[in-house]
C-alpha cells in the first residue's frame, strides 16, 4: 500500500500562519512582566512606608557598627560622672549649686580646656541658706540671719563667668517658653537652610543668672526616635527663628577659643541643604537636616571621673592627667537621674557619653555618610539587580536562577558592607534584596509553573513521535523547539506493506487489528531507537523523519539504518509467526517545512514540501522494482560504510526533474562476496542501460537472471519485460530515464 493521503496532503499549498509568540516568548515575557510588576510594588511600598523601612534599615547599620565600630583613640574629651557613688559621697541630687561651682572650679584649675554640662539648672538652688530661712520662717520658726547670706546661684554664675563653660539646655516642643537667646553666631556660606531645620516651640533653659553670665550655651536634648536608638544627632536646631548649637560643638567652639560657626549649604533658599559645619578649625559634614552620624567607638580609653573624686586631695595628681587640656562633660549615669539611652553599641549608655562620642569623632575627623543622593542608588541598585535577574530567570533554568539571585543578594550585601567597612558609606542593602527576593517569590513560581507545563505539553505533543530519551532532551530545552514552522533539512521515511489490501480482504478487523499491531509495534521501536520523529500512521503505512524537532546528527545514515533494521525486525516477525508479510520503504534527505500544522481545531506535529513527496514517490516505486529499501541519490551520497545498487532514473508522478533511485543493499560489511558480485554486475549492466547500448545491456541482464533469487531479482525482471518491449537498438532520443504514470 502507497501512501495517497499523504501524496494529497503535501501538494496542499498550507495558509500563511499568524505571527504567534512561541511558548517560549511567552514565558519570557511573563516572568518579565510579573517581575517587574514585583520590583515596581517593592519601589512603591519602600517609599509609601519608609519610616518603617528605615526601621530595618537602621538595624543593619547598627550590625555594622557592633561588627566594626570606630577605632579606639586618646580621645580629647572626658566625662565628670554624677555617678551613685558621688551621690552617696556627696548627697542627694540636686547638689548645692556652691558644690557645682566647686567642680567647675576644681576641673578648671586642673587644666580642662572647657566644660560642658549636660544638666540644665533651670530653678534656683534649693538649698540656698535664704530659702531655708524663708522656709523656716513659714512653718512659724523665728530666726535671726545676717542679711549677706551666700547664694549658689550666684557661686555658680561666677565660676561660669570666670571660666570656659558651655551651659547645657533642652529644646522641646512641649513648652512655649522662648530659649534664651544663643551665644554664639552662625555665618552662612550659601543660602540659608534653616528652613530644613526641625523647629522647637519652646526650650528648658537656666536661670537667668546662670544664662546672662556664660559665654557658652548647647542643647543636648535628643530628638525623638522611632525606636528610641540614638544613631543621629542635629548639631545646629532652631526655635522660633534664632540658631542653636548642640553642646557637643559649642563646648569645642569654646576649647578653640572660636566666636561662632560657619554652615555651609548648597541649593536656593526654599531648598537648601546643609552639607557641612566649621567648628574653629574643625570641619564636620552634616547631612542636608544638619544632622551627623555617630560612629561610635565605646571610648575605652575616655577618661569617666567619679564627681566626687574631684573633692578628694588624694586623687588631685591622677586627675590632673585625666584631665589637663581635655574637654569636659558633666553629666550622670546614675539609674535614678534617667539620662540613660539606647545606642546601637549599647542599649544602656549614658546621655553624656553619646556627646562625648560626637566630640570625639569631630576631634579625630572620622564620619559616617550617607548623602542624600544614596536613596536614589538604592532604588537604582534594585532595579539594576531586578533587572538582572529578571534577564536570568528568562534565559536560563530556575535551579540557575535561584543561585543567580544567591549571588546576586551576596553581591548586594558584600557591596553594603565593604562601602562601610572602607568608605564609612551607609548604603543600604535591604531594599536590592527585597527587590531580589520579591522577583524570586514572584517569577521563580510563575517561571516553574511555566517550564512545567511546558515541559509537559513538549511530553504529551512528542512522546508519541519521539523516543523517550529524544523526549526529555525536548523537555529540557524547549527554546530548541519551533511550533510555529520552520524549515529545515530532513531525511523521511515512508512505508508500507506489500500487497496489504488483498491481505486484509482474507481477514476479519479483529485479525486485521492484531496483525497492524504486531506489525506496527516492532516497527516503531526500531525507528525510535534509531532517533525518528514518527509522524503518522496510514493504515499499514508508517511516516517518520530525522532532524526535527531536535537537531540530529548524520539522519541520512540513521535513516538508512532504522531502514535495515525494519528489514531484519520483519523477517523476524515472519519467522515467528509464520507469515510472509513484505515491505517497501523510500528514503529522501531534502528541506521541508516542519511544524504543528492542521487547523485550529486539531493538529499534529508534521512536515510538507516537494522533500516530502518525493520521499512519498519513492516509496511507491519500490513496489515496480521489488526492492525492500529505495532512496535518493540525495540519501545515498550522505551515508558512509552501506552498499547501494542505483536502479534507475525516474521522473515520478508530479515532477520534471529525474530522479535517480538506489536499493539500499546493506552494510558494506556484512556483504559477502556473490552479493558484492551481484553488485558489481549490476552496475555494469546499468551503465549500458543508460547508455543505450541495448544489446550489451541484454547480455549482462542474462547472466543477472541466471543469477540465484536475490535483492535485485525483481528489478533485474522489470528491465528484462523492458527490454523485450523494444527494439535490437535505442531509440532517437535515448537517456535511460523511466517515467512514472502512476504513484
Not at 509 to 514: D, F, H, Q, S, Y
Not at 592 to 613: M, P
Not at 682 to 701: C, K, S, T, Y
Request: contains cysteine; proline residues 6%; aromatic residues 6%.
Amino acid at each position: 500500500m502507497t501512501a495517497p493521503a499523504q501524496g494529497r496532503q503535501t501538494t496542499v499549498q498550507p495558509r500563511t500562519p499568524r505571527r504567534r509568540l512561541s511558548s517560549s516568548q511567552r514565558r519570557k515575557l511573563g516572568v518579565i512582566l510579573i517581575g517587574a510588576a514585583a520590583i515596581v510594588a517593592v519601589l512603591t511600598t519602600h517609599a509609601a512606608l519608609a519610616p518603617q523601612a528605615f526601621r530595618l534599615t537602621a538595624l543593619v547599620f547598627d550590625a555594622y557598627q557592633v561588627t566594626k565600630p570606630r577605632a579606639a583613640t586618646d580621645p580629647p574629651v572626658a566625662v565628670i560622672d554624677i555617678d551613685e557613688a558621688s551621690i552617696g559621697k556627696l548627697g542627694q541630687w540636686p547638689w548645692s549649686r556652691g558644690t557645682v561651682a566647686e567642680i567647675v572650679t576644681r576641673a578648671s584649675g586642673l587644666g580642662a580646656a572647657a566644660i560642658g554640662f549636660d544638666i540644665v539648672f533651670s530653678e534656683p538652688d534649693r538649698t540656698a541658706p535664704a530659702r531655708l530661712v524663708e522656709e523656716m520662717r513659714r512653718q512659724g520658726i523665728a530666726i535671726e540671719v545676717s542679711p549677706d547670706l551666700p547664694d549658689p546661684d550666684a557661686l555658680l554664675a561666677g565660676a561660669v563667668a570666670s571660666n570656659a563653660v558651655a551651659l547645657g539646655f533642652a529644646l522641646s516642643n512641649e513648652t512655649s517658653v522662648a530659649a534664651s537667646d544663643p551665644k554664639a553666631g552662625f555665618s552662612f556660606v550659601g543660602a540659608d537652610p534653616r528652613a530644613r531645620l526641625l523647629p522647637y516651640s519652646g526650650a528648658l533653659s537656666n536661670l537667668p543668672e546662670l544664662t546672662e553670665r556664660a559665654s557658652a550655651m548647647g542643647y543636648f536634648s535628643f530628638p525623638p526616635a522611632a525606636d528610641n536608638i540614638i544613631r543621629t544627632f542635629p548639631l545646629v536646631s532652631k526655635s522660633g527663628d534664632k540658631l542653636y548649637p548642640a553642646l557637643s560643638i559649642e563646648t569645642l567652639r569654646i576649647a578653640q577659643q572660636a566666636s561662632s560657626f560657619v554652615l555651609r549649604s548648597a541649593g536656593t533658599e526654599d531648598g537648601a541643604a546643609m552639607t557641612d559645619l566649621r567648628v574653629g578649625a574643625l570641619d564636620v559634614p552634616l547631612s542636608a537636616d544638619g544632622e551627623i552620624w555617630i560612629y561610635y567607638s565605646g571610648l575605652p580609653n575616655m577618661p569617666v571621673i567619679s564627681a566626687a573624686d574631684l573633692f578628694d586631695p588624694a586623687k588631685a595628681a591622677m586627675l590632673t592627667g585625666q584631665i589637663q587640656g581635655r574637654i569636659l562633660l558633666v553629666g550622670t549615669s546614675a539609674v535614678g537621674l534617667r539620662d540613660i539611652v539606647a545606642t546601637p553599641i549599647d542599649p544602656a549608655m549614658a546621655g553624656v557619653k553619646v556627646h562625648a562620642e560626637i566630640i570625639d569623632q569631630i576631634a579625630s575627623g572620622v564620619f559616617l555618610q550617607r548623602p542624600d543622593w544614596m536613596i536614589g542608588a538604592e532604588r537604582a541598585a534594585a532595579v539594576a539587580a531586578g533587572l538582572v535577574l529578571l534577564l536570568v530567570l528568562a534565559t536560563a533554568t530556575p535551579a540557575l536562577s535561584a543561585v543567580t539571585g544567591l549571588l546576586l543578594a551576596v553581591l548586594v550585601a558584600g557591596g553594603s558592607w565593604l562601602a562601610f567597612a572602607k568608605a564609612l558609606t551607609l548604603f543600604d542593602p535591604l531594599l536590592p534584596m527585597a527587590a531580589l527576593g520579591a522577583v524570586l517569590l514572584t517569577a521563580l513560581p510563575l517561571l516553574l509553573m511555566l517550564t512545567h507545563r511546558e515541559k509537559r505539553f513538549v511530553r504529551e505533543s512528542f512522546g508519541r513521535y519521539l523516543s523517550p530519551t529524544l523526549v526529555e532532551r525536548l523537555s529540557e530545552n524547549p527554546d530548541g523547539l519551533t511550533l510555529g514552522g520552520e524549515d529545515r533539512e530532513l531525511t523521511i521515511l515512508f512505508s508500507d506493506i506489500r500487497g496489504f489490501t488483498a491481505l486484509s480482504e482474507k481477514l476479519t478487523p479483529a485479525e486485521l487489528t492484531g496483525l497492524l499491531n504486531n506489525f506496527l509495534t516492532p516497527m516503531t521501536q526500531v525507528l525510535l531507537q534509531r532517533e525518528a520523529t514518527i509522524d503518522k500512521y496510514i493504515g499499514d503505512a508508517v511516516m517518520a523523519f530525522w532532524n526535527a524537532p531536535l537537531d540530529i546528527a548524520d539522519h541520512p545514515q540513521k535513516a538508512c539504518l532504522a531502514a535495515l533494521d525494519m528489514v531484519s525486525a520483519l523477517e523476524r516477525l515472519n519467522r515467528e509467526s509464520g507469515m510472509a508479510l513484505k515491505i517497501g520503504i523510500g528514503l529522501n534527505t531534502g528541506m521541508a517545512c516542519v511544524g504543528n500544522l492542521g487547523s485550529d481545531q486539531r493538529f499534529s506535529y508534521s512536515c510538507i514540501g516537494d522533500s516530502v513527496n518525493i520521499a512519498s514517490r519513492v516509496e511507491g516505486m519500490s513496489k515496480l522494482y521489488d526492492v525492500s529499501i529505495l532512496v535518493t541519490e540525495e540519501v545515498r551520497a550522505r551515508t558512509t560504510g552501506l552498499l547501494f545498487a542505483e536502479v534507475d532514473r525516474v521522473r515520478v508522478v508530479g515532477r520534471r526533474a529525474q530522479v535517480t533511485l538506489f536499493a539500499l543493499v546493506g552494510g558494506a560489511g556484512e556483504i559477502s562476496g556473490r552479493v558484492a558480485e551481484l553488485v558489481q554486475l549490476h552496475e555494469d549492466f546499468i551503465v549500458a542501460w543508460q547508455a543505450g547500448d541495448l544489446g550489451v545491456a541484454r547480455e549482462r541482464l542474462q547472466a543477472l537472471l541466471a543469477m540465484p533469487e536475490n535483492a535485485l531479482s525483481g528489478t533485474h525482471a522489470l528491465y528484462g519485460e523492458r527490454l523485450a518491449a523494444l527494439p535490437e537498438t535505442a531509440p532517437e532520443g535515448w537517456d535511460g530515464v523511466f517515467t512514472a504514470n502512476s504513484k
